[in-house]
């Protein structure tokens, strides 16, 4: 049984940062593609982010762009996002995902449980 167990969520003021993790357990992803989407409240859940399984290849959405950074460490088998220059519309859950075959471009193998990001303006 994988899980997956996202942390560091909190509150923030706009401008600032924050870092999520996301640790692994019940088994090693580090073949998996792994990656970061988000819900906001009243919206569908979007992708954010994605790093290849061996950390050579990354993908953003533009709204995260030069702001979001994606990094991982099959060491520990945890994955981070750090986020700097957080604005309102940022705010929402935070989805940790696994995924071996898809590299992120469709439905994850795995999701975590999701963090709070809340940015007051």
């Known amino acids: 049984q994988v899980q997956l167990i996202e942390s560091g969520g909190g509150l923030v003021q706009a401008g600032g940062s924050l870092r999520l993790s996301c640790a692994a357990s019940g088994r090693t992803l580090s073949r998996y593609a792994m990656g970061w989407f988000r819900q906001a409240p009243g919206k569908q859940r979007e992708f954010v982010t994605a790093?290849?399984?061996?950390?050579?290849?990354?993908r953003y959405a533009d709204s995260v762009k030069g702001r979001f950074t994606i990094s991982r460490d099959n060491a520990k088998n945890t994955v981070y996002l750090q986020m700097n220059s957080l604005k309102f519309e940022d705010t929402a859950v935070y989805y940790c995902?696994?995924?071996?075959?898809?590299?992120?471009?469709?439905?994850?193998?795995?999701w975590g449980q999701g963090t709070q990001v809340t940015v007051s303006s």
């Open positions: 790093i290849s399984w061996n950390g050579s290849s990354t």
């Open positions: 995902a696994a995924d071996l075959d898809g590299g992120l471009y469709g439905s994850p193998d795995y």
